[in-house]
């Protein structure tokens, strides 16, 4: 599991209007602790999550195109739900970004996070 992997998380339960039910997300939290989450079998991953739902995309999200990404619809970056999930939330592996996508990525977080 590294950063700019896409993998199919399971977001259930969730509360109000945060993502729910099993969607696509983007690994965006660092690969040495990504590696170590992964050997334990144990620990959290920084995701962000993705929808189909493309029809309005804000200043801090990313538009994302299936044939760049490997998902089967072209998607957006729900930046602003950006958290951390248990490792046992994921599926599989369902596409990835390149060196590119992940640094519009990097920025959205960096504008919507304030950094």
Not at 48 to 69: A, E, G, M, W
Not at 88 to 105: K, Q
């Amino acid at each position: 599991m590294r950063r700019g992997d896409i993998y199919q998380v399971d977001f259930e339960p969730s509360r109000g209007a945060e993502a729910n039910k099993a969607r696509p997300a983007i690994v965006v939290s660092r690969d040495t602790l990504n590696q170590a989450v992964e050997e334990l079998g144990y620990g959290v991953i920084t995701v962000v999550p993705l929808t189909s739902n493309t029809k309005r995309i804000l200043q801090f999200q990313t538009l994302l195109r299936s044939v760049d990404t490997g998902l089967p619809s072209d998607s957006k970056t729900l930046t602003e739900q950006v958290r951390a999930l248990s490792v046992e939330r994921f599926i599989h592996r369902v596409g990835g970004l390149n060196a590119e996508l992940l640094a519009r990525v990097d920025a959205d977080l960096r504008l919507h996070l304030d950094l």
